[in-house]
């Protein structure tokens, strides 16, 4: 169920429901984090293992100071410059920040969402929201309200359009003096670099945690998928009847083999690409496919964003 009122909103969570509400990266499924029953229902909404800790969303900086014990001095640099937006940092929890929502862990993720109706929700909550993205166990992140509801019909979901980023938030956590990337996300590495110089890349680190967003499979869509700087060699090597092919920027052929083709970004832009990315995998698993082929994006700035998802989209 679909909604535009915001007070509607906040008295749901306020009674302890769980929610679909936007942000500009993708849309959440919220619950208050202090509510031990809501929090273990968005688990078992999404079909979520309990070990995969969530990422709290709060109105600001003082809020999240609240919820930790130390923020480090790179921490609060980059939150300064990035808040509201889509980075998330993982930061050493205070003990009344629930178990359930760390996955037991003694660290909890926190961002400020860049969405004016998430902004609103926030600043009338007594309480900020946990929230992964609102999407089903290793099924595509949703970028609509229509999608959430897609996926979770009985729920109210907060409808506040399009979500301008269209990938998940990138994930710091930090290692005394170094900052560490655990996810790939809507803020490039490069704009991170730009204000604490290098960071490590623990992407694939198998020593922590197994998380969705770092699981090797993840994003998975219905049909098989391949992701490839050549669609047209790929075609050539398959047998599949129905073929889609998703282009960066234009489409390269006309081949009888091919049931459907869709560009990512016309203009070409990495924004563009990230902005339509899971809409298009969401329309196009939703043709009956046997295969999607997608073309490669350049392996720079927010392309290596979404090559990262593709790569997880297309194990197997
Ligand atoms: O853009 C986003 O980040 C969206 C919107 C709704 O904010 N949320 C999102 O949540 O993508 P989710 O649950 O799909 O991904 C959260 C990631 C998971 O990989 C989780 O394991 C990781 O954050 N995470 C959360 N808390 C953590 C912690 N304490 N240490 C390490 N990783 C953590
Ligand atoms: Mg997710």
Redesign the pocket.
């Known amino acids: 169920m679909i909604t535009t009122d915001v007070d509607f909103i906040r008295d749901c969570l306020t009674r302890g429901d769980v929610v679909g509400f936007p ?1 500009e ?6 619950a208050n984090i202090f509510d031990e029953k809501a929090i273990a229902r968005i688990f078992a909404t999404k079909n ?1 293992p309990s070990s ?4 709290v ?1 709060v109105p600001s900086i003082d809020h999240a100071k609240e919820l930790v014990t130390y923020f480090p001095p790179k921490a609060e640099q980059l939150a300064k410059h990035f808040w509201p937006g ?1 980075l ?1 940092l ?1 930061l050493p ?1 205070r003990a009344h920040v629930l178990d359930a929502v ?2 037991g ?1 003694s ?3 926190i ?1 400020i ?1 860049n969405h004016p109706m998430a902004t609103q929700l926030l600043e009338k909550l007594a309480f900020p929201l946990a ?5 089903p166990y290793n099924r595509i ?1 949703p970028t609509s309200a229509q999608q959430v509801d897609f996926y979770f019909p009985n729920i109210h979901t907060l409808d506040g359009g399009e979500c301008a ?1 269209g ?3 990138t ?1 710091l ?1 930090f290692d005394n003096d170094e900052v560490v990337l ?2 790939h ?2 803020v490039s590495v490069n704009d991170i670099e730009n204000q604490v110089g290098r960071i490590l890349n623990r992407t694939s680190h198998t020593a ?2 197994i ?4 699981s090797q499979k993840h994003y998975s869509p219905l049909c098989d998928l391949i992701v490839t700087y050549e669609p047209l060699f790929m075609l050539s090597a398959v047998q599949e009847k129905k073929v889609g092919i998703l282009w960066f920027d234009k489409v390269t052929i006309e081949s009888q083999k091919v049931l459907v083709h869709r560009v990512l970004a016309p203009s070409g832009s990495l924004q563009e690409a990230a902005r339509n990315l899971f809409k298009c995998l969401h329309q196009m698993e939703q043709m009956g496919l046997d295969l999607l082929i997608v073309e490669r994006l350049p392996d720079i700035g927010l392309g290596r964003t979404i090559n990262d998802r593709l790569e997880r989209a297309s194990v197997k």
């Open positions: 942000t990266t993708v849309y959440g499924l919220a979520r995969n800790p969530l990422i969303h889509s998330t993982i929890k760390t996955a862990q660290s909890v993720a961002r969402p929230a992964p993205s609102a999407n992140s980023a990938l998940e938030s994930i956590s655990l996810r996300g809507a922590l945690p998380s969705p967003g770092r």
